[in-house]
């Protein structure tokens, strides 16, 4: 199988990634096709292989010293902010994303609103979901919780970002609260496009392909436009041995993904042709 598989957008594997750092949670009631199973835990290991860090070059670097330089001198908020703002994004250029939502923080701190906050927040769950370091999962998640936290003192009853906490629950000593958290999204909100999502994606984690297939399934039912979802259902299936109805959800991401989802879905039915 070609390992450009799984080369896609971040958003769109990006829990994927994750879930694959942590240990299996729920205990495995059917193996489905090992070989496909071993064949998409192989393609996932080679993407987080790619997202190490990028090197900066010389010039990068120079403007990296001269902007943290700048930003411990500051004298006020406003010109933090923008040296700040500057390193957030050299650093997410480079993937370097635990650094990224560093600089992140620090505009939140100077700037503490609602919005800076979701920044920060959106900036460590980012790099909690793409960190190939499992020693730094739990602190990433921590304080993506802590931003996440104070956006929902405003606005207790955000169930995505809700449903994004419950996740950073996965890599504590406790990753049944986030499990919860999530069925308590799903009783308030059965149809929680965000919840579902990510129901079905503990269930690909703990290798349940049954459950996820009928997690993606309710998605696709409800949402039908949502191409991650025909994705991960496909890839379910795939591991199921269900090859039929993979393609069908395979064909549907060739046609209607961004580029290189596409190109996903084309090496697959190549390969299932």
Known sequence: MRKERFLLTLSAFTLVIFLYQLPKIVVNNKEGDSTSVEAMEGDIHH???RMHPLPLSEADNQKVTLWKKALAQMDNSEKGIKFADSLARMFRRHN?????????????QLLPTKESYLNAGNAYYEAFSL???AEKLKSLGEKARIYYDKVLEEKPDDLEIQAKVAMTYM???NPMQGIAMLRGILAQDPYNQLALKNMG???MQSKQYDKAVQRFEKVVYLYAEDVE???????????LGEKIKAKSHLNFVKERGDAIMKSTAASY?????
Do not use: G
Not at 269 to 273: E, G, Q, T
């Open 229 to 239: 979802a025909r994705l991960y259902l496909a890839l379910s299936y795939l591991a």
């Open 131 to 133: 960190t190939v370091n």
């Open 201 to 203: 994606l503990l269930s």
């Open 47 to 49: 993407l987080i292989q």
């Open 96 to 108: 370097e994303l635990d650094s990224a939502a560093k600089y992140t923080e620090v505009i939140a």
């Open 269 to 273: 039915l190549n390969s299932l042709s």
């Open 171 to 173: 890599a504590t000593e």
